[in-house]
């Protein structure tokens, strides 16, 4: 939680003396290359530099450029525009620093306002969050960088440095990422055995910011589902979607139900919404994804027909089938990943007969959700890097990344020990990075190497200063 530990103007003086002049932090000068600073002027983002040894400066001269320095730093201190347009450029890192120079800093870049500056474009996946397959089951978190391939990593190795959550503060027990929508993760919490609090608790985070929110208890018994529904674009406030399941026999519709509650950043508290519909198969909402102002539901059993739910009309839709291509009949049909990115929602099939995998459609839903349309296509055997007898278990779409020009969006794919990146546009392969290898041994004495990551845990890191 933020705390507000400023020390009003003076700390915005000080500030900007030493950033502009390199002098110390008390305004006093300071000894660079043999010369002295003695002032700094915001407007052309200079400082006049005084040889003492050569030149004798009165103390009266000292005292007014130094009046004029502070006259200067307190014009941009008390223009909100101003300061606004400098702070936006700056590092988060910074930005975060300087919440803490004074009560009026901290008030702008906690500000929705200022976060919607800062960050305009909500969609930009500057890389992925996976958590990692592991037999005992406990949690763990990787940053993968998609901005990131080979070449650039040895500028900037870990551009991020975000390798796990633990920065909850007095929290024992696991965490585990549910879901992400453009900034925001919504994590699930188990206390350890000690807390003797067997429930979950549901977090929503801003892993860059590290602001987090404790939502509040929603029937954690016949929880089967939560999706964030977050658009900064169009509101600083997010909603959070919960699937209850009622095994009780209802009027209507006939036999099990499923239920709806509606949590909201703005109100803090959840509520009922639309009416209850019949129980289908779980395993659908667990992996909700939010587009085209609704929840998306893909149903991954026998390629049934799934559901989506209009957050602000509170009402249910059907998604289509994506269709088979013709030329696609007698070939096995996987589905390998489900997302959304840059208002773009996306189907992944892979297609085999039996053997390696031979091509990847990426299919695109349109905005009225009248049907599918392949958006591209990688012929594997073409692309020629990825290991030929790569089965079905060997590669794992971990995400679709569009861009704001077709040609420069790419294919997030994992093959056992690397990260790759496929780009539509050149149809080339690059390594992103190397990862652990996991491995299975069996009992004939043979090891093969295995994914580390599937497209279900993997879930997209967008820079956001979105309160939560």
């Known amino acids: 939680m933020d705390q507000d530990v400023g020390t009003g103007g003076d700390g915005v003086r000080r500030w900007w003396e030493g950033g502009v002049g390199g002098a110390a932090a008390g305004g006093g000068a300071a000894p660079f290359g043999g010369t002295h600073c003695v002032s700094g002027e915001y407007g052309d983002l200079h400082c006049n530099v005084v040889d003492l040894k050569q030149e004798k400066v009165s103390d009266t001269f000292l005292m007014a450029e130094y009046s004029s320095s502070s006259a200067a730093a307190d014009e941009v201190a008390g223009n909100s525009d101003l300061l606004t347009e400098i702070l936006i450029r700056l590092p988060v890192r910074s930005l975060m620093m300087f919440k803490s120079v004074s009560k009026h800093w901290l008030s702008l870049i906690t500000s929705d306002f200022f976060a919607l500056r800062r960050n305009p474009d909500s969609t930009a996946v500057s890389g992925l969050l996976l958590h990692p397959y592991t037999i005992n089951n406990i949690p763990q978190v990787d940053f993968i960088p998609t901005i990131n391939t080979t070449e650039t990593q040895s500028k900037d190795p870990h551009p991020h440095q975000f390798t796990d959550l633990t920065f909850f503060p007095n929290v024992s027990g696991n965490i585990r990422i549910v879901n992400s929508c453009h900034g925001l993760i919504l994590c699930c919490f188990r206390h350890t055995r000690q807390n003797n609090n067997p429930d979950p608790e549901y977090i929503i985070l801003n892993p860059t910011t590290k602001q987090f929110r404790i939502l509040p208890k929603c029937h954690p018994s016949d929880l089967i589902g939560l999706t964030i529904a977050f658009n900064p674009s169009k509101s600083p406030h997010y909603k959070v979607v919960c699937v209850r399941h009622n095994d009780l026999a209802s009027t209507y519709p006939p036999g099990p139900c499923h239920h709806i509650m509606t949590y909201s950043s703005e109100t803090g508290s959840w509520k009922a919404s639309g009416a209850p519909f019949a129980a289908e198969f779980q395993e659908q909402y667990n992996v909700g994804v939010y587009w085209n102002g609704a929840i998306n539901w893909f149903s991954t059993w026998r390629w049934r027909e799934s559901l989506y739910y209009n957050v602000e009309e509170e009402r249910l839709g059907t998604l289509p089938l994506p269709p088979i291509p013709e030329d ?41 959700y009248s049907g599918w349309f392949v958006k591209f296509s990688v012929d594997l055997d073409a692309v020629g890097i990825i290991p030929r007898d790569t089965r079905p278990g060997r590669l794992s779409v971990l995400c679709v990344v569009r861009m704001e020009r077709d040609d420069e969006s790419f294919l997030v794919l994992h093959v056992p020990g690397k990260i790759l990146r496929y780009g539509f546009g050149d149809g080339t392969l690059k390594k992103i990075c190397d990862v652990a290898v996991r491995q299975r041994f069996y009992t004939e004495g043979w090891v093969e190497d295995q994914l580390r990551y599937f497209w279900c845990d993997s879930y997209q890191y967008i820079e956001s200063l979105s309160n939560v």
């Open 328 to 368: 696609n009949y007698g070939y096995n049909r996987e589905f390998r990943y489900y997302g959304e990115s840059r208002g773009h929602l996306h189907l992944v099939v892979t297609y085999d007969r039996g053997g390696p995998m031979s091509r990847i459609d990426v299919y695109e839903i349109e905005i009225d």
